[in-house]
């Protein structure tokens, strides 16, 4: 395999746990982390559908359910790290599968978009204590998490003139 092409870490099958020499507290840390953001894109997606379903024209909902289907990839890549970190599936949880509504569909937008603000702040977090090869994937999701930043600013910016 060329050593400049790009690799697929987390769809990779042949990825085995961790076992170099890595602080266990900075594991630990990034595990809680990995942990919270299956929970939190799980949340987010059942937010965004809502956002979906009351989005004013038809460019508003392709873009929330970009981002809705980006926070599906994402829960999905946090799993296959939590594996390949532990050898082990991430327990399942009693996802609630509620949300507050918001007061209004900007209202909507506004916490979106201080949801992926604060998810980045979370995600960085987590990268400064995984290894070297898995911060790829955690590089992913935080620059994506930036850009739904930017479309949900662009939307709220769009729904005040």
Do not use: C
């Given at each position: ?6 690799a ?54 392709q ?13 999905r ?13 991430p ?12 007061a209004?569909?900007?209202a ?18 987590i ?7 898995y ?12 850009k ?14």
């Amino acid at each position: 395999m060329n050593p400049y092409s790009y690799a697929d870490p987390y769809s990779n099958p042949m990825m085995t746990p961790v076992r170099m020499d890595m602080n266990a507290n900075n594991l630990n840390i990034a595990l809680r982390g990995i942990l919270q953001g299956i929970s939190g894109e799980r949340n987010d997606e059942l937010f965004y559908d809502y956002l979906i379903s009351v989005a004013p024209t038809q460019q508003e909902k392709q873009i929330i359910t970009s981002i809705r289907n980006d926070e599906r990839k994402h829960r999905r890549m946090f799993r296959q790290l939590y594996t390949a970190l532990t050898g082990q599936q991430p327990p399942t949880t009693a996802e609630t599968e509620t949300f507050q509504r918001p007061a209004s569909y900007l209202a909507g937008i506004e916490q979106a978009l201080l949801g992926e603000l604060r998810a980045f702040e979370n995600y960085r977090i987590i990268y400064l204590n995984l290894p070297y090869p898995y911060r790829d994937i955690m590089f992913e999701i935080m620059t994506d998490e930036i850009k739904h930043a930017s479309y949900y600013n662009w939307l709220y910016a769009k729904n005040t003139r």
